[in-house]
């Protein structure tokens, strides 16, 4: 299998969402018979979306409101052991209201969380894993012999599949899975560099925008026959539905969302007002202000004594909703590209998708 071109005269073609369409298909039913039901690591969630671990994304109050709606909520790591743990056990204290029968649900019916661990703290995961549904390596670039030896430790400890990532190619998935095991992997996450807080790859010239990162998922995944088993996780730079459309055209099952849950009620991020209008601050784990904590500090290129290069940013975006507005609108608009395109289900989005990439010429005749 080629892999990735390593030469000049051989690049690989990057594109990115704002390039890509979906070529209409034959539709044999209507957006509201659309399945958008999926399954990760035996929780069935009915959306494909599951939130960032980001100290303004996810604490325990979106991780309520998005696994009242169909989501997966991913816990944190820039806080304490402690403080994780708690909030944690606060999603699954949380009392289902009558009649919620979109709530994604654990096995003993209390609401479904995951919870953001690093590779090189074994404590927290132990700690977290039989608290919460579903563990998730959370480090820029997880190809690194360092991480792998540290999750599969993390899997000895705790006996736990894991979400590992992210990654950015198909070699890197490769690897990973030789090393730790396909028995050991409940989802990959892909994606480097395309954060929409990201400055990763401005910094270091280094990145694998998740459409192209999910696109060698699935090249690696369909090598080795895997990918019916081992989900895909689209993430950062998903800021449309179009773009969750495309990830799961692409290969993806489901898709991780920083931005577009940042902007809502229940997420942890300060609200302010601009010019008479709400806004939320959003930050990025690599920025000045997610380090003050000193808590992710690993997630990103140690230079010792605390020097660190900034790879995320601060920024204010405007306020949408609630959790349940958002969700309705993005699974409302992904069951229109469905709709569209005819897949039934989001397993047939990746059978019958056809992206096509638009050319220059296309653009400027108003393809937008
Ligand atoms: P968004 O949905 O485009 O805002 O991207 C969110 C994703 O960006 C997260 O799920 C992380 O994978 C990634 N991310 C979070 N913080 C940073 C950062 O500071 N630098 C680079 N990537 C980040």
């Known amino acids: 299998m080629e892999i990735i071109g390593h030469r000049l005269d051989n690049p690989r073609r990057l594109y990115s969402f704002g390039e890509l369409l979906l070529l209409p298909g034959y539709a044999t039913m209507s957006p509201r018979e659309v399945d958008t039901s999926v399954v990760l690591d035996g929780i069935k969630l009915g959306n494909p979306f599951v939130s960032s671990p980001m100290d303004t994304v996810t604490e325990s109050d979106l991780a309520i ?11 944190h790591r820039n806080c304490t052991v402690e403080q994780a743990v708690e909030m944690v056990e606060k999603v699954k204290k949380f009392r289902i209201p009558e009649g919620g029968e979109k709530a994604v649900k654990d096995a003993r019916g209390r609401l479904a969380v995951g919870a953001a661990i690093s590779p090189l703290d074994v404590d927290r995961a132990v700690a977290l894993a039989d608290k919460c549904d579903l563990l998730f390596t959370d480090v820029a670039s997880f190809h690194n012999a360092k991480l792998i030896e540290g999750t599969k430790k993390v899997v ?40 929409s807080i990201c400055i990763t790859s401005d910094v270091s010239g280094v990145g ?71 806004y939320k601050v959003y930050w990025g784990m690599g920025s000045a202000e997610a380090r003050k ?76």
């Open 156 to 195: 000895k400890a705790t006996g736990r599949k894991i979400v590992i990532g992210n990654l950015g190619t198909a070699e890197g998935v490769l690897h990973s899975i030789k090393e730790i095991g396909k028995e050991n992997i409940a989802a990959v996450k892909m994606g480097m560099g395309g954060g």
């Open 208 to 278: 694998s925008p998740c459409s192209f990162g999910v696109e060698q998922a699935a090249l690696a995944l369909r090598e080795l026959d895997l990918l019916d088993q081992i989900p895909i996780i689209a993430d950062g730079g998903i800021r449309h539905s179009r773009d969750i459309a495309f990830s799961l055209g692409l290969g993806a099952s489901l898709v991780m969302l920083g931005n577009l849950f940042a902007r809502c009620e229940e997420s942890p991020g300060e609200k302010i007002m601009k010019d008479g209008k709400p």
């Open 65 to 75: 409101e998005l696994a009242l709606n169909g989501g997966f909520g991913v816990i």
């Open 293 to 368: 904590k000193r808590l992710v500090l690993d997630r990103y290129q140690d230079f010792g004594k605390g020097k660190k290069v900034d790879e995320g940013i601060k920024m204010h975006i405007p306020l949408e909703g609630k959790v349940s507005d958002v969700v309705e609108r993005l699974s409302a608009e992904l069951r229109v590209t469905m709709g569209y395109i005819g897949a039934r289900n989001i397993r047939e989005m990746k059978e019958v998708a056809q992206i096509v990439v638009k050319t220059a010429a296309e653009e400027k005749a108003g393809v937008k």
